[in-house]
């Protein structure tokens, strides 16, 4: 693996929240394989994909959102090779016909709660005929395609997507602080194009949020810190409510590419900087991301936009202020003390409040690792150093907010049955 590869898998563009686009790719595919058009969905999907999909906004829609919505209209998509960005491919047609399955109470969805990992399981009938197709693991990953109950195509090595993502994390995971800024450094021409220009079509989408807001969420918009929280803040609103712009995602999830980028890009400007130091903390922001992620999980119980996101933003303000790897270490330990447990509800616009946070807390806490001030070992669950901090805060995501998990899912349940 390298940083080229590394960028390939975990700094790629997205249309829309990427479980609601998962949903309706794995809908189009199974709704290509019957010969009409589909009259009746039946959608089953792991809990952490439920949750994500609950409310969040879809692109070019007219602003409908939410799981059923995503199924539905994905069963009337055509271009497959689109994948994550298939909800481009949205017209008033689409959104007439799978309106017509909502208000018909067409679509079934179900959780299938003995999965940990992602699972998409989508079935399209037209009253005759039948297609279903299958996603696990990744959010592309297609394993099985199924017409009347007879195979179509299956993949034999299910797991070689799954396991290219997966390495890029796992290598991310594998690096020490040191390494990481070390292979920013030695970006090539190419790489950096690739992050100046994911970087950009974050500040697009931010830009385009910041014009939807009040004017009042701009209060003391000379404070430049209050400028760019307002920006990521407004980026992610405008993404959760399916806004017609893609944006660059990191470890799967575009909001934390908000988090990481736009801050970033923004203190080129604000503080003067090098263009290319600024690339070089970007890529840093994005591998702790990605090496953050591997200790919560992909989908996880907290939210990964402060308790990853954040702490990469954080790394990468300590770098741009020529902090060494000591302030590294301290900036994640004083995250982890902060951000720790901070639930993730799905994906929807309370993000936007939850990414403000997020950027306030890694300013904060960088600022005090380069005035060489951290969280000491000795409080609760921070460790001895910013690597064994993350350990621990993985181990309180994975193992000890399960029953948190579990609530935070039957109130869902609840609310979506009214």
């Known amino acids: ?24 790719y794995a809908a189009m595919n ?14 089953t999907v792991d809990p952490k994909i439920y949750k994500n999909c609950y409310s969040v906004g879809i692109p070019h829609s007219s602003h409908k959102n939410g799981i059923v919505w995503a199924v539905a209209i994905g069963c009337f998509l055509h271009d497959t090779a689109a994948e994550l960005q298939c909800f481009q491919e949205i017209d008033e047609e689409a959104i007439l016909k799978a309106g017509r399955l909502v208000d018909g109470g067409k679509i079934t969805v179900e959780i299938d709660r003995g999965r940990s990992n992602i699972y998409i399981d989508v079935t399209v009938t037209d009253g005759k005929h039948s297609g279903q197709c299958i996603i696990e693991d990744c959010h592309t990953n297609i394993t099985i395609i199924k017409a009347d109950g007879k195979v179509v195509s299956k993949k034999d090595d299910k797991k070689k997507d799954v396991n290219l993502q997966h390495e890029a994390r796992l ?12 292979i920013a450094r030695g970006m090539n021409a190419e790489c950096r194009k690739i992050i100046r220009d994911g970087a950009m079509m974050n500040l697009k989408m931010a830009r385009h949020g910041i014009s939807l807001f009040p004017k009042l969420a701009l209060a003391n918009p000379g404070d430049p810190l209050t400028k760019i929280s307002a920006h990521v803040s407004a980026g992610v609103y405008a993404r959760m409510s399916g806004e017609d712009l893609p944006v660059t995602t990191v470890a799967g999830s575009g909001n934390k590419g908000i988090v990481c980028t736009v801050p970033l890009i923004m203190l080129e400007e604000e503080w003067k900087l090098p263009k290319e130091r600024v690339e070089e903390a970007i890529a840093i922001a994005a591998i702790f991301t990605s090496k953050t992620t591997e200790e919560l999980g992909t989908l996880s119980a907290v939210c990964g936009c402060s308790n990853a996101a954040g702490i990469g933003l954080s790394c990468a303000l300590v770098y741009l202020k020529d902090g060494g790897m000591n302030e590294v270490s301290y900036a994640i330990s004083n995250m982890v003390g902060n951000v720790t447990g901070m639930i993730c509800d799905g994906a929807k616009i309370g993000c936007a409040l ?33 690597q064994s901090s993350l350990k621990n805060m993985g181990k309180i995501a994975k193992f000890g907010m399960v029953k948190t998990d579990e609530e935070i899912l039957k109130i869902m349940e609840r609310k979506l049955r009214k």
């Not at 199974?30 to 959608?43: F, G, N, P, Q, Y």
């Not at 960088?366 to 000795?378: K, Y």
């Open 1 to 24: 693996m390298d940083i080229k590869q590394y960028l390939s898998l975990e700094f790629v563009p997205a249309l829309g929240c990427t479980e609601p686009a998962a949903i309706a």
């Open 30 to 43: 199974a709704a290509k394989v019957i010969a009409s058009e589909a009259k009746e969905v039946r959608l």
């Open 171 to 182: 290598w991310a995971a594998g690096l020490s602080d040191k390494e990481i800024v070390s």
């Open 354 to 386: 939850k990414t403000m946070t997020a950027v306030d807390a890694a300013f904060r806490s960088a600022t005090l690792a380069l005035g060489g001030l951290r969280i000491p070992e000795e409080d609760g669950i921070v460790g001895a150093t910013g």
